[in-house]
C-alpha cells in the first residue's frame, strides 16, 4: 500500500498506513513490548510489585527485549523477575534459574564476562540444589561457564566444563540431540583458538550434518550460527571460497529471521571481511568491517568485546595500506574497549598493544612502541 511507513512506539512493527496497523494489530499486540510495559506497569498497581504474576510478566519482557538486541531493557526486567522470584519462591527455584542463565546471556553479550560468568555459577549451583548432580538444566549452566571461561582465554577450563555438559546432555538425550550440537560447537571454538585445526575442522563439519539434519530445511537460527562458527575453520585450512559460500547462506537465513538489526548479522558481516582479507580485497575487507562497526553500535552498545574486536583488525587493514593516523585512531578506541570488557591482562588486548606497536614504529615513534610492548 501506498503511503509513509509508520512505526509502533515498540521499534519493531511497520506498517504501511493506518488501515495495515489495525490489520496486523491482533497479531503483533503478542510481541509489542510497548503495550505490554504499560500493561505491566497498570497491572503492579492491581496486583502488587511482588506478585508472581508480575514477575512472568517482567520475565516475558525480558526475553523479548534480547530477541531485539535491546540488552539494557533486557537486563532491566529479567533482574525486576529474578528479584521477584526469589521474594515469592525463595533461591532453589526453578524460575530464578532460568532469569539467572538468560542474565548470565545478557551479560555475555555486552561482553562483561566476569558478571556473565558470576551469573551463570550462580545458576549452576540452584540447579544442581534442584536437579541433582545430572539434568538438562545443570549441562546447560555448565555449558555456560564453559563459554565464558573461553571469551576470558581460559580455554582448558572451557574445555572442561563443555566436555562435562556435552556427556551429560548425551546420557540424557542421545548423540543427535541439539543440545549436543550446540555444546560441540562451542569445543570446535575452543579448539581452534589452542590451534587444534584439523579437529575442530573435523568436529565443526560434524555439528552442521547434525544441525542440517534437524531444521529439514527451515531456515533455523542455530544452523545458521553453526555456519558462521565453521568460517574460521575453513579460513584456517585456506579454503576461503567454502567460507564465503558457508557465510552468506548463513547471513541470509539470519536476515530472514531477523529482518530488524540484529548483532549475528555484524558478526557475519565481519567473518565476511576476515575472508576477504585472507583474499588480500582490503577495500572490501574494510566496506565489510565498517557494517558491522555500525551494527554493533547499534544494537551492542558502544562498549563491547565485538566493537572492539573488529574495530582492532580494521586498525591492521588501516596499518598496511599505510594510513597510520586513521589506523591509530581505531586501535586506540579498541584498546580501550578491550581493556574495559576483557581486563588488562587479556590476551586480545596485548594483541591489540602488539599491533599498535607496529603501527607506531611505523610513524617513527620508536619510544611509543617500545611503551605498547
Not at 511497520?14 to 494489530?25: G, I, N, P
Request: proline share 1%.
Amino acid at each position: 500500500k501506498g503511503g509513509a511507513p509508520l512505526k509502533c512506539p515498540c521499534k519493531v512493527g511497520l506498517y504501511c498506513d493506518v488501515e495495515c496497523q489495525k490489520e496486523s494489530w491482533h497479531t503483533h499486540r503478542k510481541n509489542c513490548t510497548y503495550d505490554l510495559e504499560r500493561k505491566l506497569k497498570k497491572d503492579r498497581g492491581r496486583l502488587g510489585k511482588d506478585s508472581v504474576a508480575i514477575g512472568d510478566q517482567a520475565f516475558d519482557l525480558g526475553l523479548l527485549f534480547m530477541e531485539q538486541d535491546r540488552l539494557d531493557e533486557a537486563d532491566a526486567w529479567l533482574l525486576e523477575a529474578l528479584r521477584i522470584y526469589r521474594v515469592v519462591y525463595g533461591e532453589n527455584n526453578e524460575n530464578v534459574v532460568a532469569a539467572m542463565g538468560n542474565l548470565g546471556q545478557i551479560y555475555r553479550l555486552q561482553g562483561k564476562f566476569e558478571e556473565a560468568l558470576k551469573m551463570h555459577k550462580q545458576e549452576l549451583r540452584v540447579a544442581r540444589r534442584i536437579h541433582g548432580s545430572e539434568s538438562t538444566q545443570v549441562a546447560t549452566a555448565l555449558n555456560f561457564v564453559g563459554s565464558c571461561h573461553f571469551e576470558q582465554g581460559l580455554y582448558d577450563q572451557a574445555m572442561e566444563k563443555l566436555e562435562e555438559a556435552c556427556e551429560m546432555y548425551r546420557g540424557l538425550s542421545g548423540e543427535d540431540d541439539d543440545d549436543v550440537a550446540t555444546v560441540l560447537g562451542d569445543m570446535t571454538n575452543v579448539l581452534r583458538r589452542q590451534g587444534k585445526d584439523a579437529e575442530a575442522l573435523e568436529l565443526g563439519e560434524k555439528v552442521l550434518a547434525i544441525k542440517r539434519r534437524q531444521s529439514d530445511g527451515s531456515d533455523d537460527e542455530s544452523l545458521a550460527i553453526t555456519l558462521l562458527n565453521l568460517c574460521s575453520s575453513y579460513r584456517q585450512a585456506k579454503r576461503t571460497d567454502e567460507a564465503l559460500e558457508r557465510l552468506e547462506e548463513g547471513l541470509s537465513m539470519l536476515r530472514r529471521l531477523h529482518p530488524e538489526r540484529h548483532s549475528r548479522e555484524g558478526n557475519f558481516l565481519e567473518n565476511i571481511g576476515n575472508v576477504l582479507y585472507d583474499q588480500n580485497k582490503l577495500e572490501d575487507t574494510l566496506a565489510m568491517y565498517r557494517k558491522a562497526v555500525r551494527i554493533y553500535r547499534k544494537t551492542l552498545g558502544p562498549e563491547g568485546a565485538d566493537l572492539g574486536r573488529v574495530l582492532c583488525n580494521m586498525a591492521t587493514v588501516l596499518r598496511e595500506q599505510d594510513k597510520y593516523d586513521e589506523a591509530m585512531a581505531q586501535y586506540e578506541e579498541s584498546l580501550r574497549i578491550r581493556r574495559g570488557a576483557l581486563g588488562s591482562e587479556h590476551d586480545e588486548v596485548a594483541r591489540t598493544l602488539h599491533e599498535m606497536a607496529l603501527c607506531k614504529e611505523s610513524l617513527g615513534d620508536r619510544q611509543g612502541a617500545v611503551v605498547c610492548l
